[in-house]
């Protein structure tokens, strides 16, 4: 016989940290190793708060970011941040009905039917 284990398969719960998506937390950190990089490039051997420049810099955009994203993202769905991104980044489209302003000729040629006279 054959014996069957029980698995939980919840496809629509997505991965979270502190109620953040993974992707969020990737980009958060990217962006807060940038900061620290200008506060070591920028601000080397000043203090802010007893805190290293650098430190200071990392600490406070990393936390607000997380915090700005969780006010931002609550109650948003999964990969609205992409999204959102993908609507600033792509070209617009807004009408297909609309003439392009940008070409001035006729892409199509139209051939005026011969008549036989």
């Not at 029980?6 to 962006?31: C, H, K, Q, W, Y």
């Not at 609205?80 to 940008?102: G, I, N, Q, R, T």
């Amino acid at each position: 016989m054959l014996d069957v284990t029980p698995m939980a398969r919840n496809l629509e719960s997505s991965p979270t940290i502190l109620g953040l998506e993974i992707e969020d937390f990737m980009i958060l950190g990217v962006v807060s190793v940038v900061g620290y990089f200008i506060g070591q490039i920028g601000f080397s051997g000043t203090t802010i708060l007893g805190l290293p420049a650098n430190f200071f810099f990392l600490f406070l955009i990393a936390a607000v970011g997380f915090v700005g994203l969780s006010v931002l993202k609550y109650g948003k769905p999964r990969g609205h941040a992409f999204d959102l991104l993908d609507l600033y980044m792509k070209p617009k489209a807004y009408c297909a009905a609309e003439p392009d302003s940008v070409l001035t000729e006729e892409y199509i040629e139209h051939e005026e039917p011969k008549t036989d006279a």
